[in-house]
């Protein structure tokens, strides 16, 4: 069965710092994988998503993601954290009968100046 | 205006009644699900439906329903609240390209 682990419930950074967000998962099948992050008081937005293809895959706000299927990893990067980045982030795997999403615990950001 | 709207965005109740989360999309698309987040667990999925006329049991379907009146609407019931169902509820909805698009949650408290 699909499964996601998100290392680190909660991670901190300070501002312009690199922000690296882990995720394993665990698919039968080729995974479909996606990062969502979620703001205070708000839903999930998508940051970006892995389908097919170039295994780098870049998002919205600066974030990249990269597949690496050897590792079963889909670690979220980004170069340089802004305050604007402290938020939930969820990291997504579609289950193997390909009809609803498997999301891991959520990993907390928090950035400081 | 939002794509996925819920209605209410935050409720009080009390154990034993019964009460409907809503759930409304202008986005056209088939498919519709119901999840609840927990702190330190994630999201975990309820309900889900593909059209009107079907609905498919989640992980943790217990203790709720789900009604699909449109394609635009998708309802939860928790007919006899407890405590433990106290959490962030979400909708979502899906053109069936796996992303999906979520509204912004309705917080239940159930005392």
Known sequence: ?113 | DADVTQTPRNRITKTGKRIMLECSQTKGHDRMYWYRQDPGLGLRLIYYSFDVKDINKGEISDGYSVSRQAQAKFSLSLESAIPNQTALYFCATSAGSYEQYFGPGTRLTVT
């Open chain 1, 1 to 113: 069965a699909q499964s996601v682990t998100q290392l680190g419930s909660h991670v901190s950074v300070s501002e312009g710092a690199l922000v690296l967000l882990r995720c394993n998962y665990s698919s039968s099948v080729p995974p479909y994988l996606f990062w969502y992050v979620q703001y205070p008081n708000q839903g999930l937005q998508l940051l970006l998503k892995y389908t097919t293809g170039a295994t780098l895959v870049k998002g919205i706000n600066g974030f990249e993601a990269e597949f690496k299927k050897s590792e079963t990893s889909f670690h979220l990067t980004k170069p340089s954290a802004h305050m604007s980045d402290a938020a939930e982030y969820f990291c997504a795997v579609v289950d193997q009968a390909g009809t609803a999403l498997i999301f891991g615990k959520g990993t907390t950001l928090s950035v400081s100046s």
